[in-house]
Nanobody
């Protein structure tokens, strides 16, 4: 069974940076795409970064220029570098892997941006 495990969340001041990691128990090249999503209290889950198997990335306007998604096929790990963090970035962040057989989600990691 495929497992995705996020790490790297925490408390950071506005303007600060964090790097999230998502370690997969399988070769991530099996996924057609991987992505990062977040869910704040009382809000729907939203996507914040996508990366295709070919390395093409996409971001919503809310994080474009501040967040960068990358992957390491040797370590089977997905990353999210988050810079210039804002209080509205506070949420639980999840990684997702989309394969031909279905999708997989991690358990999430909390990111809190506050002074």
């Amino acid at each position: 069974q495929v497992q995705l495990v996020e790490s790297g969340g925490g408390l950071v001041q506005p303007g600060g940076s964090l790097r999230l990691s998502c370690a997969a128990s399988t070769d991530i090249r099996r996924f057609n795409a991987m992505g990062w999503y977040r869910q704040a209290p009382g809000k729907q889950r939203e996507w914040v970064a996508l990366i295709s198997s070919g390395g093409v990335t996409d971001y919503p306007n809310s994080v474009k220029g501040r967040f960068t998604v990358s992957s390491d096929n040797v370590k089977n790990t997905l990353y999210l570098q988050m810079n210039s963090l804002k209080p509205e970035d506070t949420a639980v962040y999840y990684c997702r892997g989309l394969g031909s057989e279905g999708e997989y989600w991690g358990q999430g990691t909390q990111v809190t941006v506050s002074s």
